[in-house]
């Protein structure tokens, strides 16, 4: 299995917090996505990365920043939490943008929001 | 990306062969076809994915019909832990950064019977 690390792996919190999940690969895979998944939706990308310090939004992307600063490490940050965010939230990595190259997936934070 | 279409839930016994279905009908001559599947509280995994001829690997085949409206993928001697729900994608390629995602539908639940 890829080596894709998520943390945490469960947290809840309240209303108006800050989250930062955090996604570590020892891949060294230069692409990197943030994907949530609820009942009836599928999964859905927010963010994406193509490169150190490189991101993009997807198309669930509002209420979330991400950040990359090393080539292992993507993290999405919610600046202040609301119950619509509450999901389980999945990490994915790619060796190459072209479409031929699966993407594998973390095993999820699942996130709580009160 | 094209949409899929596959049932909701299928049942096997444990040693026989699993064929699920997938149509795409509308599907484009660019598009690879992507198999994942997603057992409970984890992250989807990779299985295969093809373009126009038959593949196999270590998990599973993968038959596309040769006009490419539809494929199956087959589990060749099903075992209990083989039950998920399976995804089939269709997908094409991104010669420049776009909004690189992959489009979850619902799946199939399979299940497999002791």
């Known amino acids: 299995d890829a080596g894709i690390t998520q943390s945490p792996r469960h947290k809840v919190t309240e209303t108006g917090t800050p989250v930062t999940l955090r996604c570590h690969q020892t891949?060294?895979?230069?692409?990197m996505y943030w994907y949530r998944q609820d009942p009836g939706h599928g999964l859905r990308l927010i963010h994406y990365?193509?490169?150190?310090?490189?991101?993009d939004k997807g198309e669930v992307s509002d209420g979330y920043s991400v950040s990359r600063s090393k080539t292992e490490d993507f993290l999405l940050t919610l600046e202040s939490a609301t119950s619509s965010q509450t999901s389980v939230y999945f990490c994915?990595?790619?060796?190459?943008?072209?479409?031929?190259?699966?993407?594998?997936f973390g095993d999820g934070t699942r996130l709580s929001i009160l | 990306d094209a949409k899929t279409t596959q049932p909701t839930s299928m049942d096997c016994a444990e040693g026989r062969a699993a064929n699920l279905p997938c149509n795409h009908s509308?599907?484009?001559?660019?598009?690879?076809v992507y198999w994942y599947r997603q057992i409970h509280s984890q992250g989807p995994q990779y299985i295969i994915h093809?373009?126009?001829n038959n593949e196999t690997n270590e998990m599973a085949s993968l038959i596309i019909t040769e006009d490419r409206k539809s494929s199956t993928l087959i589990l060749p001697h099903a075992t209990l832990r083989d039950t998920a729900v399976y995804y089939c994608?269709?997908?094409?390629?991104?010669?420049?950064?776009?909004?690189?995602?992959?489009?979850f539908g619902t799946g199939t639940r399979l299940t497999i019977i002791p």
């Open positions: 994915a990595i790619s060796d190459s943008f072209r479409a031929i190259q699966p993407q594998h």
């Open positions: 891949e060294n895979h230069r692409y």
């Open positions: 990365s193509y490169g150190v310090k490189d991101t």
């Open positions: 509308t599907i484009s001559g660019n598009e690879y």
């Open positions: 093809g373009l126009k």
């Open positions: 994608i269709v997908r094409v390629p991104l010669s420049n950064f776009g909004n690189e995602k992959l489009t």
